[in-house]
């Protein structure tokens, strides 16, 4: 088994303990608005005093949906018509308020329901045999699927 890191395609992760991802966003010093990714401007109050924060690992499920065709560019997952599998893409309010943005691990309406806790977890990024190393951000019902 190797222990070298995980490889992450998306750098706004860090990795507590090594394995345990952590969302990186950007906070005002001014008005306290919470951004990800992070930005250098704040779009509430126009300060340009932001500070890079943790943005939590868990949050609140607040909207979501199945993408259950292969999306048009700048989409750049690898897949094909012939590869795609559809995924849950949804809104995850974090503790700060701030909504991000994440693909879900799961694809199952069944399973997924407004207001349920969700967990940051690491996924592949794009089809395997392109970027099989690579990993980005996911969230994952809290207790899993
Ligand atoms: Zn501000």
Known sequence: MSTAPPELACPHIRLRDGA???????????????YFPPCRSCTRCLS???????LGDRGVLWSWTIQAFLPKAPYNGGETAETFQPYGVGYVEMPSGLK?????TVADAAQ?????LMVL?????????????AL??????????
């Not at 345990?20 to 919470?34: I, M, Q, T, W």
């Not at 340009?48 to 943790?54: F, I």
């Not at 991000?100 to 879900?104: F, I, K």
């Not at 977890?121 to 190393?133: F, I, N, S």
Request: glycine fraction near 10%; aromatic fraction near 6%; proline fraction near 7%.
């Open 121 to 133: 977890t690491l996924a592949h990024y794009g089809a395997p045999e392109r970027v099989a190393a």
């Open 112 to 116: 997924l329901h407004i207001g349920m």
């Open 20 to 34: 345990r991802p952590v969302l990186l966003g950007s906070r005002c010093a001014d008005c306290a608005e919470h």
């Open 48 to 54: 340009l005093k932001l500070e890079p924060c943790e």
């Open 100 to 104: 991000v943005e994440a693909r879900l």
């Open 136 to 145: 980005t951000f996911a969230f994952e019902p809290e207790g899993g699927a």
